[in-house]
């Protein structure tokens, strides 16, 4: 379709130029993390729909707010296989607390989730850089964009892939080169992450 | 599907149009009572804003200090002077010593745990201080399930719905991003923690230049007119290149929330309304910029340099509330909507942009679509593409113009420029709240790209 060409082809190969580019996020900046350094630090890595998503205070830190968001479990890319995934993420954005960092009933999302902490959190890696949101276009194919459009989501994983002598299929070959942001799609996405996810 | 009568109408756009640009304004808006369409700031009467900070280390290495904090503390007393600077606004901090005792957390003593952290943002949620935290190891982030890529927090802690004042916030700095293990410069920390504290002032991200995320073309008259606020830092930071660590976007804005006695006799205020193609129903969301025209005697180019901007619609709620779709969790609260943001029909498309004295072209473009969730640009996140075309202004505004034609407006200081409208381009009809978030993508390309492509 001539719409997504273009929107795909929309913009920067560049965001490497800048010798630490960063990422502001709500109420966060952050440095920008490529889809292979996602695998890598994810504790686990889960495509599913939210269940729930409400917002409490953390039971121990009574002053930090808190969402707790339940998953029903499509595919657990990484980590130990489960139905559902209930998870607490300690959010500080004041539009966070009134829309539950926007996880909403029914969403279909492929997260990257850092270990649980000593208190019960975590959160996406890179925060919106590890949450994908999936969309389907007319035909039911889904793609995942992230927060950032997935822009710069692969900057530097070819390099390390030779570095680290990681064995691609052509397909996730085909996916790690790509420069443009925008929507991936998901069979791709997930083909990609696992064999990342498996040669580390 | 692109028809070809516009495909054709965009392709001659691309054959003029030089460069793009994009936004600023609020990152809280009060709704209702005296508040309603006003940003969230912190009271003028009250300045200057007291801050306090950790008494620990600002960074440290395998449990060998790098940063300690006398120099942290030099360090964020600059970074707040950069702001506080700016000689048009009435905005201006203080140190007021060590973090306060709070709950369980002993004054005087290092902020290093989850439950020393978790007193703190007690006593800042009841407004008892506005404290600034050195995670020097990045340990605290780690116990907050955060992980060490996030350079610092921000967090507004607290806000008055009666006055629509910020009355309590906090800013929380990971250490290791300047303790050696990353290439990150001082400078470049510096640059971004002063961002973070754009937002304790209460502002949001703004775009300018942003074509630089296509061309990676980081010249000096590009950076010069690159907010700090952009939400992405992708260009040598101001101060590394010789320029104001404040620059003329962000200034402007700051000085417009927060206007000190010669702000009146320094800036004046551009203002109209964008429209769709039935020149009556508002658009939100739209970037509107406004730029220097060129001066050809001088060697740089003004009109990437002096640039403002705005996006439509900013004071306009994000979620005026529906009944279609539920809320989180399963319950039907869509109804209410978003508590930020007005509800007046009337700032829907609205738009204001404070600029220095000169003749300016001013021009519409789409909120880059990586401006998404936490780097959002204005009201609307994910942000919109552009309903009709990118544009200029011209006094003749009209749903069939072309798009690169332009006319200029002169501003002079303390005056008001109202009625800047624009109606853009062969829309389609205005979204309703059955519309799906394709469709809001299925518009024009933006210009750049085609042009990139055509060439």
């Known amino acids: 379709m001539i719409q997504s060409r273009w929107l795909r082809s929309a913009i920067f190969p560049v ?15 952050t440095a920008p993390v490529s889809l292979d350094q996602m695998s890598r630090r994810a504790d686990r890595i889960v495509h599913g729909s939210v269940i729930s998503a409400r917002v409490e205070p953390h039971p121990q830190l009574t002053n930090l707010s808190t969402i707790v968001i339940t998953m029903q479990v499509q595919d657990m890319l990484k980590g130990k296989a489960a139905t559902t995934l209930t998870f607490r993420q300690f959010i500080w954005d004041l539009r966070d607390k009134q829309d539950a960092a926007r996880y909403l009933k029914g969403q279909e999302l492929l997260l990257f989730l850092n270990p649980v902490s000593e208190y019960g959190l975590t959160s996406p890696v890179g925060l919106e850089q590890g949450r994908f949101r999936i969309t389907r276009d007319r035909t039911g194919k889904a793609y995942a964009a992230n927060g950032r459009d997935n822009a ?30 925008g929507p991936i799609p998901l069979d791709d996405m997930k083909q990609t992450i696992r064999e990342l996810a498996r040669t580390q | ?68 904090n006398a120099t942290g503390l030099q360090r964020v007393q600059q970074m707040f002077m950069n702001w506080q600077n700016v000689p048009t606004a009435a905005l201006s901090y203080s140190y007021a010593g060590q973090i306060l005792a709070a709950g369980g957390y002993v004054k005087g003593v290092d902020v290093a745990s989850a439950f020393q952290f978790n007193a703190i943002v007690g006593s800042c949620n009841s407004a008892l201080q506005n404290p600034i935290i050195f995670d020097s190891d990045g340990s605290l982030m780690t116990s907050l399930g955060v992980d060490s890529d996030v350079i610092g927090f921000t967090n507004i802690c607290a806000t008055s719905a009666s006055t629509g004042h910020i009355t309590a916030a906090m800013i929380t700095l990971n250490g290791v991003w300047i303790n050696g293990s990353t290439p990150m410069t001082k400078s470049e920390f510096s640059d971004a923690i002063t961002h973070e504290m754009g937002h304790f002032a209460g502002l949001d991200h703004s775009q300018i230049n942003v074509d630089v995320l296509q061309n990676g073309s980081c010249d000096l008259d590009t950076i010069a007119g690159m907010p700090l606020m952009f939400p992405f830092s992708v260009c040598p930071g101001h101060s590394d290149s010789g320029l104001p660590a404040i620059p003329t976007d962000d200034a402007a804005w700051i000085s417009h929330f927060y206007p000190g006695p010669t702000y009146a006799t320094t800036y004046g205020l551009i203002t109209g309304t964008i429209y769709f193609s039935d020149a009556a129903s508002a658009a939100q969301g739209v970037n509107v910029v406004v730029r220097a025209v060129d001066d050809p005697n001088t060697l740089q180019d003004e009109s990437r340099r002096v640039t403002f901007s705005a996006v439509s619609g900013l004071y306009f709620t994000s979620n005026p509330g529906q009944s279609i779709s539920l809320g989180s969790d399963g319950k039907p609260d869509n109804a209410n909507g978003s508590p930020y943001g007005s509800r007046q029909a009337a700032l829907i498309g609205y738009y204001e942009i404070p600029v220095l004295p000169g003749t300016y072209t001013v021009q519409v473009e789409s909120i880059n679509s990586a401006f998404a969730q936490g780097s959002s640009v204005g009201p609307l996140d994910p942000p919109v593409r552009n309903p009709g075309q990118d544009e200029f202004w011209k006094n003749n505004e009209s749903a069939y113009d072309i798009p690169l034609q332009r006319d200029t407006v002169t501003v002079t200081a303390g005056e008001t420029v109202p009625n800047i409208n624009i109606i853009l381009n062969g829309t389609q009809p205005t979204f309703d709240q059955y519309e799906d978030e394709t469709q809001l993508f299925e518009t024009l390309p933006p210009l750049a790209l085609l042009r990139a492509e055509v060439c």
Do not use: E
Request: with cysteine; charged share 10%.
């Open chain 1, 152 to 181: 710069g989501l692969f900057s530097g994983t070819q390099q390390r892939a030779r570095a680290q002598h990681m064995k691609l299929s052509v397909k996730a070959a085909t996916v790690v080169q790509q420069t443009n942001p």
């Open chain 1, 15 to 29: 965001i490497l130029f800048l010798a630490v580019p960063v990422f502001s996020q709500r109420g966060a900046i």
């Open chain 2, 1 to 68: 599907m692109m028809t070809p009568r516009r495909l054709c109408q965009t392709l001659v756009s691309t054959l003029i149009l030089c460069a793009t640009a994009f936004a600023g304004g609020p990152l809280y808006v009060g709704q209702g009572g005296s508040i309603d369409g006003k940003p969230y700031t912190w009271d003028p009467a009250a300045m200057p804003i007291k801050y306090t900070v950790d008494p620990g280390p600002m960074s440290s290495n395998a449990g060998k200090v790098v940063v300690d």
